[in-house]
């Protein structure tokens, strides 16, 4: 079962941005559609935003103003670019595909 490595999470003030970069040990054109994910501390995971293989996107109505997703097949890389960050975004981030395990994920964190 394939895994992606999630990277570029931190440390960010609130209104920063940061790149989420999730890479795949495969072609990602072999996914139908790859989602982002989040859980925040005490909390359950949510759901994100995901891409399609014909490049749809959808993203979360509560992040859909601030968050974009995109993917670079050439890179067998999945973004999630987050703009005009909120302490309430603060989570830890995963993607992940239907038939994909879920990873370590990436720390994202911020300070108000």
């Known amino acids: 079962q394939v895994q992606f490595v999630e990277s570029g999470g931190g440390l960010v003030q609130a209104g920063g941005s940061l790149r989420l970069s999730c890479a795949a040990s495969?072609?990602?054109?072999?996914?139908?559609?790859i989602d982002w994910y989040r859980q925040a501390p005490g909390k359950e995971r949510e759901w994100v935003a995901l891409?399609?293989?014909?490049?749809?996107?959808f993203v979360a109505d509560s992040v859909k103003a601030r968050f974009t997703i995109s993917r670079d097949n050439a890179k067998n890389t999945v973004y999630l670019q987050m703009d005009r960050l909120e302490p309430e975004d603060t989570a830890v981030y995963y993607c992940?595909?239907?038939?994909?395990?879920w990873g370590q994920g990436t720390q994202v964190t911020v300070s108000s």
């Open positions: 891409i399609r293989l014909d490049d749809t996107t």
């Open positions: 495969r072609s990602i054109l072999s996914f139908n559609s």
């Open positions: 992940k595909a239907a038939d994909s395990s």
